[in-house]
């Protein structure tokens, strides 16, 4: 079955990084686009950033300046750097998978979700 396992939540203070990554088993990884979203307490999960097969990638907005996704075909693994850490990117990381280009930037156009990693940033 399709697994999609994340890893690199933590905790740090404002302005420092830290690199999420999401290793993939039970698909054929190359062909599918691979989105980071992200959920708050109390808030609904929001789109971070997609990269596609083809290696495009797309930001909400108000993150692209801080955040840089990218993958590794060879390994299975779709990774985010996230840099100049802010209270308010504390949340719940999640990966997830789809082959559909046409949804990407919503929860629903997603086929496969990872379990999500922790993000805790102190001000």
């Known amino acids: 079955q399709v697994q999609l396992v994340e890893s690199g939540g933590g905790s740090v203070q404002t302005g420092y990084s830290l690199k999420l990554s999401c290793t993939a088993s039970?698909?054929?990884?190359?062909?599918?686009?691979m989105g980071w979203f992200r959920q708050a307490p109390g808030k609904e999960r929001e789109f971070v950033a997609v990269i596609t097969y083809s290696n495009n990638t797309l930001y909400a907005n108000s993150l692209k300046d801080r955040f840089i996704i990218s993958r590794d075909n060879a390994k299975n693994t779709v990774y985010l750097q996230m840099d100049s850490l802010k209270p308010e990117d504390t949340a719940v990381y999640y990966c997830?998978?789809?082959?559909?280009?046409?949804?990407?930037?919503?929860?629903?156009?997603?086929?496969?979700w990872g379990q999500g990693t922790q993000v805790t940033v102190s001000s």
């Open positions: 997830a998978a789809t082959r559909s280009i046409s949804t990407v930037m919503t929860t629903e156009g997603y086929d496969y």
């Open positions: 039970g698909l054929t990884f190359k062909n599918y686009h």
